[in-house]
């Protein structure tokens, strides 16, 4: 995670975000970390400006879409979303609870053994909830790639 030297502030219809750190990155995607105007914890995806495409927008919105619906526990939601001013137009972001760890660093720190399975059972029943969700095909297959029933 590294700080950033001036917080972001991003406003939505029904709250205000101010975030302070980054916590990931990916290819089309940041997450920061800071939180709402009640002070509670959030974490906040945006579309990445250097690499937006209209193709990765479609992703956004469709992922966006997904986990608007979501009410697995073990896959996050999201809470409010909006759009941002970038260097080339505007940005969709969204907001989500932000948890104390994540599945990442209790790798990196190495998981105690009798911790594993339990968590590994919540992870296959987050991919479960997916796979027996029909919104999240459309998902899949914007990501490119098409899921298959599960066999009971």
Known sequence: MAKLTKSLIFE???STYTVNEVVGEGGSGRVYGGQNSDGAQIALKIL???TVTTDKRRRFKNELTFLGQNKHPNIVTVV???I????????PFYVMQ???SNLRELIRKAIP???VLPLFSQVLDGVEAAHLDAQLQPLAQAFGFEL?????
């Open 12 to 14: 939505t219809t029904f």
């Open 113 to 115: 053994p009798e911790k």
């Open 148 to 152: 298959q029933p599960l066999r009971q």
């Open 98 to 100: 932000r948890y104390s």
């Open 80 to 82: 409010d979303h909006g």
């Open 48 to 50: 990445s400006p250097e």
């Open 84 to 91: 941002a001013p970038g260097p080339k137009g505007v940005l």
